[in-house]
């Protein structure tokens, strides 16, 4: 393993597209300041680091590991687009199979396969998740810092916090177009997101019985938005499954990052009978 800082996409199989993260697989060298420091140098809006497992974690010999996300200004319990990049960039070493990752938000196993001709895609299983209310003022200050007006939201999609490792605010879009134009007051958003403990704002339009197109802003990470996010995914999953949006076993698509010219699919799939959400996609190397 190596303290390089690779560059991987995630939900993409072209380096153009999805979302880039930062993968340091052995940063036992690191202190918080120094990945920090990497992290905010690099400007995507994670880098994952790799370090070694703590005592009891199951898992095959040498498929175990610590996982810590950082963005640009401060640690997140959790990333799935990061996680994906980082199985994805270990598998090119190890081989593709089971790992299993201690993070910040608990423990989450990951699932990467050879599709074929060398291409992997990787699965996570997020943590048990939940959702809770929001409350109407603090609604009322979210669209406030988006500029949209309340009948800019689909009412087939109650606002909720949704959580599967980090905390996530679930707005329904109307219309694709109103989806399409995200201009918003970046301190004002970042300021209640920060009071309430939010890693993104999901921003989510129903295309069909299973598709979905989604935004993320993410000014707590110090970026206006992230271009496919593997964490609000399976939020997003969870929360579709609990309000009854969507069957209880269920594979959806999400489609994020068109309107930032980094198309990315990040597939969600619910299973009966089993709370975790599962979320995957393809991943590989940013060249350079």
């Given at each position: 393993m190596t303290n390089e800082v690779l560059r991987y996409t995630a939900f993409s199989d072209d380096p153009a597209g999805g979302n880039p993260a930062g993968v340091v697989l052995d940063a036992s060298a690191l202190d918080d300041a120094a990945m920090l420091r990497i992290a905010a140098?690099?400007?995507?809006?994670?880098?994952?680091?790799?370090?070694?497992?703590?005592?009891?974690?199951?898992?095959?010999?040498?498929?175990?590991?610590?996982?810590?996300?950082?963005?640009?200004?401060?640690e997140v319990p959790f990333c799935g687009h990061a996680t994906v990049a980082a199985s994805v960039a270990l598998a090119e070493r190890i081989g593709?199979?089971?790992?299993?990752?201690?993070?910040?938000?608990?423990?989450?196993?990951?699932?990467?396969?050879?599709?074929?001709?060398?291409?992997?895609?990787?699965?996570?299983?997020?943590?048990?998740?939940?959702t809770e209310e929001i409350a109407d003022a603090d609604l009322a200050e979210a669209l406030a810092?988006?500029?949209?007006?309340?009948?800019?939201?689909?009412?087939?999609?109650?606002?909720r916090i949704a959580?599967?490792?980090?905390?996530?605010?679930?707005?329904?879009?109307?219309?694709?177009?109103?989806?399409?134009?995200?201009?918003?007051?970046?301190?004002?958003?970042?300021?209640l997101m920060r009071r309430l403990d939010l890693t993104t704002v999901q921003l989510v339009h129903r295309a069909g019985p299973d598709t979905f197109?989604?935004?993320?802003?993410?000014?707590?990470?110090?970026?206006?938005?992230?271009?496919?996010?593997?964490?609000?995914?399976?939020?997003?999953?969870?929360y579709a499954r609990e309000l009854g949006l969507v069957p209880e076993e269920a594979v959806l698509t999400l489609r994020q990052g068109e309107d930032m010219g980094r198309p990315g699919v990040l597939t969600v799939e619910l299973r009966a009978g089993d709370?975790?959400?599962?979320?995957?996609?393809?991943?590989?190397?940013i060249p350079g």
């Open positions: 140098e690099l400007g995507y809006s994670e880098t994952a680091f790799l370090t070694a497992p703590p005592a009891g974690l199951d898992g095959a010999p040498g498929r175990t590991f610590t996982l810590r996300f950082f963005s640009p200004k401060a593709p199979g089971e790992l299993v990752f201690a993070t910040p938000a608990g423990t989450v196993p990951v699932s990467v396969a050879d599709t074929g001709g060398g291409s992997l895609r990787a699965v996570l299983t997020s943590v048990e998740p939940h810092a988006l500029a949209w007006p309340a009948s800019d939201l689909d009412p087939a999609f109650p606002p959580f599967a490792g980090a905390r996530h605010l679930v707005l329904g879009a109307a219309t694709r177009a109103r989806l399409a134009d995200l201009d918003y007051d970046f301190a004002r958003l970042e300021a197109h989604v935004r993320d802003p993410f000014p707590v990470g110090g970026v206006v938005e992230d271009p496919a996010t593997g964490a609000a995914a399976a939020a997003f999953g969870a709370p975790r959400v599962r979320v995957g996609g393809a991943g590989i190397r």
